[in-house]
């Protein structure tokens, strides 16, 4: 129970939508269950978790490409916006996360908002610590140019 905000903030990371990714969570919790003979004791319950969504994300993902059919809708809005000016720039930085390519969006969430570390990252990502380090470096910098911030080189 008390990894589902850390599931559900990894989830945006692939959905727009909080109902999809509220449905992503669901069915990672799901599986998870119905694995839970595969989760090995002693070894971080989280990352294992991270894992299975990723990759449920990513069979579904292969899944629609394979159907196509019809055209996706697109969630409208997620409510009414505060009039604060945090409230707006709460909503540029989460728009520009959600444009950067899924690998450098993946990496972000994971490293930079959830504190997992390089290691676990690269194992949940199926790639090298050094892939997650040049991602997540990737992201920083995409990020502060979408939201017209100066780099320092």
Same mark, same amino acid.
């Given at each position: 129970?008390?990894?589902?905000?850390?599931?559900?903030?990894?989830?945006?990371?692939?959905?727009?939508?909080?109902?999809?990714?509220?449905?992503?969570?669901?069915?990672?919790?799901?599986?998870?269950?119905?694995?839970?003979?595969?989760?090995?004791?002693?070894?971080?319950?989280?990352?294992?978790?991270?894992?299975?969504?990723?990759?449920?994300?990513?069979?579904g993902v292969a899944k629609s490409r394979r159907e196509m059919t019809g055209i996706e809708v697109r969630?409208?809005?997620?409510?009414?916006?505060?009039?604060?000016?945090?409230?707006?720039?709460?909503?540029? !930085?989460?728009?520009?996360? +959600? #444009? @950067?390519?899924? $690998?450098?969006?993946?990496? =972000? %969430?994971?490293? &930079?908002?959830?504190?997992?570390?390089?290691?676990?990252?690269?194992?949940?990502?199926?790639?090298? !610590?050094?892939?997650?380090? +040049? #991602? @997540?470096?990737? $992201?920083?910098?995409?990020? =502060? %140019?979408?939201? &017209?911030?100066?780099?320092?080189?």
């Amino acid at each position: 129970m008390e990894l589902i905000p850390a599931l559900r903030a990894f989830a945006r990371t692939f959905c727009r939508s909080r109902s999809d990714a509220d449905d992503l969570v669901q069915e990672t919790l799901a599986k998870a269950i119905a694995n839970l003979h595969r989760f090995e004791p002693g070894t971080n319950l989280k990352s294992w978790l991270f894992t299975i969504m990723r990759n449920t994300f990513l069979s579904g993902v292969a899944k629609s490409r394979r159907e196509m059919t019809g055209i996706e809708v697109r969630e409208a809005g997620s409510g009414p916006h505060a009039p604060q000016e945090w409230s707006a720039q709460v909503h540029e !930085v989460r728009a520009a996360i +959600s #444009r @950067l390519p899924q $690998a450098q969006r993946e990496v =972000l %969430v994971l490293v &930079g908002m959830l504190g997992v570390s390089y290691g676990e990252a690269a194992r949940i990502c199926d790639c090298a !610590v050094g892939t997650v380090k +040049s #991602r @997540l470096s990737r $992201a920083r910098v995409a990020l =502060l %140019v979408e939201l &017209g911030e100066e780099t320092q080189s």
